[in-house]
């Protein structure tokens, strides 16, 4: 069994920062592609950032505003996310992939139950 939990989410002003947190229990995540997927109001579910031994990747909504990072020694993988806008408002789910070295959302191995970031003023 392949555990995630997210944290870290919260409420915060528009222009403001917060860092999310995704740790891992049962299992290493040196093995695992990991990202982080947000799922909107009104919106379809969205992969925002992944990181992999073929390097790290955004979506466009997310680039130059989102940092995507893994600290091996804790097992745990960061999203820090600036500059945050309205729009960037939903639930965020940590994900390990199946392989090391590609992030397709169609290949989860396993998620969390996500977090809730509310971005308004």
């Known amino acids: 069994q392949l555990q995630l939990v997210e944290s870290g989410g919260g409420l915060v002003q528009p222009g403001g920062s917060l860092t999310l947190s995704c740790a891992a229990s049962?299992?290493?995540?040196?093995?695992?592609?990991t990202g982080w997927l947000r799922q909107a109001p009104g919106k379809e579910r969205e992969e925002i950032s992944c990181i992999s031994t073929a390097g790290s990747t955004y979506a466009d909504s997310v680039k130059g505003r989102f940092t995507i990072s893994k600290d091996m020694a804790k097992n745990t993988v960061y999203l820090q996310m600036n500059s945050l806008k309205p729009e960037d408002t939903g639930i965020y789910y940590c994900?390990?992939?199946?392989?090391?070295?590609?992030?397709?959302?169609?290949?989860?191995?396993?998620w969390g139950q996500g977090t809730q970031v509310t971005v308004s003023s």
């Open positions: 049962t299992f290493a995540l040196a093995y695992y592609a």
């Open positions: 994900a390990a992939f199946r392989s090391d070295n590609s992030c397709e959302a169609s290949t989860i191995r396993s």
